[in-house]
């Protein structure tokens, strides 16, 4: 799963709930319904967390500090990922006045509310602030939780559990909703996102629910997924990927690694020949698809030669949306009995590894120069290509419109956009 920290609400007012979040998209979104049970209680502060790294554990413990410091007659609890996993740790912290369990997050009774659970607003994560002038942009909907793998690095499995999906008619009517409220953009998220449908009756793929999807909403103008897995790629899902306009020519690959010994110490289930095809076939069919990746650097045993396999995969599968993860041994899982790099190699190693990713991705972003975009034009004066190229709009161009722009040139990463 792609990870990136949401950003904390503006500061309420003192009497306010508040719910911060940390960690994924999903958290996110259902940081949202915890927000709604929360039914006005100013004297609760909330904090959704992430275990996902160690990293994000500490930023857990620091934002759950600094919230103590600005309320400290609130009553602060704490869920998420690093409630379960991190339990004990985070239970012994002053600051602490209670923990919510994970699987309990979404539940009622865990914030002292009355609402029925089927009265409560979908589980939906939007992008950009909705005013009648400005309609939200994006939306965000988790078409599935949990995990079945066993990724030996991984510790998600241990806070969210078996993987779980909606079903076809439940995530329609989210998206419903969300084209209602002027989203021109609808993302299908979760944990494992191409495991979709494996729990569901006669275990259809996720090729399936994106058909499904398409024919259900002609008019939904762009539809992208979040990272997937390659090895759970259907056929369907990959001619979807490689042919239809309305899907996003844009993959983000859960790869990890680009060396074979150390993906399949990782417990992975493709090799880098595998990833590399895949990239090579869609790009053959759809030649402006663009390649995302999460790729682990100073994995236990990672020899240079290994390391040098990660710039490898890198530059075959031309990852130019690349997230890095220095590795971090995580409580319980395989990876954290392995032998262990030194924390100085495996910062180098990332910091290498993301300057590769940066390299790619300036010499890409140089490329569409001059070229003509179609523009999602959000509410902070940016917008994404369809690529998910990101792009400055023209001064005074609003937000909730997709707009013909022409890439003029690129400054601190950005392409900065001009009238067509």
Do not use: Y
């Not at 940081?31 to 049970?37: K, T, V």
């Not at 030996?152 to 084209?179: A, K, M, Y």
């Not at 998910?388 to 937000?399: E, K, N, Q, T, Y």
């Amino acid at each position: 799963m792609s990870l990136a920290a949401a950003p904390d609400a503006p500061s309420p007012a003192t009497n306010a709930p508040e719910v911060i979040t940390l960690g994924c998209r999903l958290n996110a979104a259902e940081s949202d319904r915890i927000r709604a049970m929360l039914d006005g209680r100013g004297d609760m502060v909330v904090v959704n967390s992430c275990a996902v790294t160690e990293e994000a554990v500490r930023q857990t413990r620091r934002t759950i500090r600094r919230l103590r410091r600005r309320r400290p007659d609130a009553r602060l609890l704490v869920t998420g990922c690093a409630a379960d996993i991190e339990r004990e740790a985070l239970a012994a912290m002053p600051e602490v006045d209670t923990i919510v369990a994970n699987a309990d997050k979404l539940a009622p009774a865990s914030w002292g509310a009355g609402h029925n659970a089927a009265a409560l607003p979908p589980l939906k994560m939007h992008q950009g602030s909705s005013t009648a002038a400005t309609p939200r942009t994006r939306g965000f909907v988790a078409v599935q939780n949990g995990c079945d793998h066993a990724c030996t690095f991984c510790v998600i499995p241990q806070g969210r559990g078996q993987s779980r999906s909606l079903t076809v008619p439940q995530v329609l009517g989210e998206i419903e909703l969300h084209l209602a409220e002027g989203c021109r953009e609808v993302v299908l998220t979760g944990v494992d996102v191409t495991s979709w449908g494996h729990d569901l009756p006669g275990a259809p793929a996720l090729g399936t629910l994106v058909a499904e999807v398409l024919r259900a909403f002609p008019a939904l103008p762009r539809l992208r997924l979040s990272s997937i897995d390659g090895a759970e790629i259907d056929p369907l899902l990959e001619d979807l990927l490689a042919g239809e306009a309305r899907v996003m020519p844009h993959v983000h690959l859960s790869l990890q690694h680009g060396h074979d010994l150390i993906l399949k110490r990782m417990k992975r289930r493709h090799t880098a020949a595998q990833a590399i095809a895949l990239v090579a076939r869609l790009k053959a069919r759809r030649a402006d698809i663009a390649v995302g990746a999460d790729l682990i650097a100073g994995f236990p045993t990672e020899d240079e030669a290994m390391h040098r396999a990660n710039f490898a995969i890198v530059r075959d599968c031309a990852v130019v949306h690349g997230h890095v993860f220095p590795f971090s041994p995580r409580p319980g899982t395989p990876a954290a009995r392995m032998p262990q790099l030194d924390h100085a190699t495996i910062m180098r190693r990332a910091a290498e590894l993301r300057a590769a990713v940066a390299d790619t991705r300036a010499r890409w972003l140089g490329s569409l120069i001059g070229q003509p975009l179609d523009v999602l034009a959000e509410n902070d004066g940016t917008g994404h290509a369809p690529h998910f190229a990101p792009v400055r709009l023209p001064p005074g161009m609003r937000g909730g419109a997709i707009v013909p722009l022409r890439a003029a040139r690129v400054e601190d990463g950005l392409i900065i956009g001009e009238q067509a």
